[in-house]
């Protein structure tokens, strides 16, 4: 008795941290899915938004967790093998589900902002578009510019060097949009336009824009897989604790 007793604290104890590791991956998941950055049109337009669709996963499983364990305390106080084996069911089906939303997301990630060449031409192929996912990327691509102080992908020589649907607009009259101009910090007013259509590196922004952009996706990606990883390990050792449990129960 006096292991089923130790079993059954244990139980208990790992239930209690799983219900509260289940809120944070809920919380940092609303985080996610709320997007504070606003880059989802970049990740949108391309169809591989499975970071944002493994966040909306994610928070469904996180709270799920917190229900579950706590089911799974009262269980363990009750001592018994209906209940437990009911929570068990439940767990390993929550567990797939989290598994499955922390992978997915992971390897978006990888396809998405592994190199800059995928944001690069979603941005040349739409920037200054008509269409409603034209308007969605040049509206988040201005934000990114004149908050981050970047142009382009990779540098301003991106709107030159390929061919865009900005540059079929407007041609030698503007190389580059005017969100890669240097601002006024009294008004936020474009410094000097004439210089910077000109290319004159004192009145643009010659950094490109992607590092920016992987470092916020790379977060996402950190909040949803990386840290849904760490919760379904600490699941997973509950589970085999409350099998073993389970097991030594009359």
Known sequence: MGAVTCLMVAVVGLNALAAGAGLALSAVAIW????????????????KDDIFAGA????????????????????ALKRSRALMLVYLII???????ES?????????????????????????????DSSTQGQQITTTWNNVMTQVQCCGADGPKDWIQYNSTYRQLFGAASLWPLACCRRQS??????????????????????????????????????VSWYGFSVLMLVF???????IYYTQLP
């Not at 928070?59 to 579950?68: D, E, K, N, R, S």
């Not at 939303?101 to 739409?126: C, E, F, H, P, W």
């Not at 050792?237 to 099998?243: D, G, P, Q």
């Open 100 to 128: 499955a939303s922390a992978i997915t997301s992971a390897t978006n990630r990888d396809y998405l902002v592994g190199n800059s060449n995928l944001v690069k031409k979603q941005m040349l192929q739409y920037y200054a």
């Open 91 to 97: 767990m390993f089906i929550i567990f797939l589900f």
């Open 56 to 75: 909306w996963i994610a928070i469904f499983t996180g709270f799920a967790f917190f229900l579950t364990c706590i089911f799974g305390i009262f269980a």
């Open 186 to 223: 009294s008004n936020f007013e474009v410094a000097n336009v004439i210089s910077c259509k000109a290319g004159e590196m004192t009145s643009m922004f010659t950094q490109g824009c992607f590092q920016y952009i992987e470092s916020v996706l790379s977060r996402y990606t950190w909040a």
């Open 237 to 243: 050792f509950t589970l085999v604790i409350a099998m």
């Open 32 to 47: 996610v899915a709320v997007d504070g950055y606003k880059l989802y049109p970049i990740s949108g337009v391309s169809g």
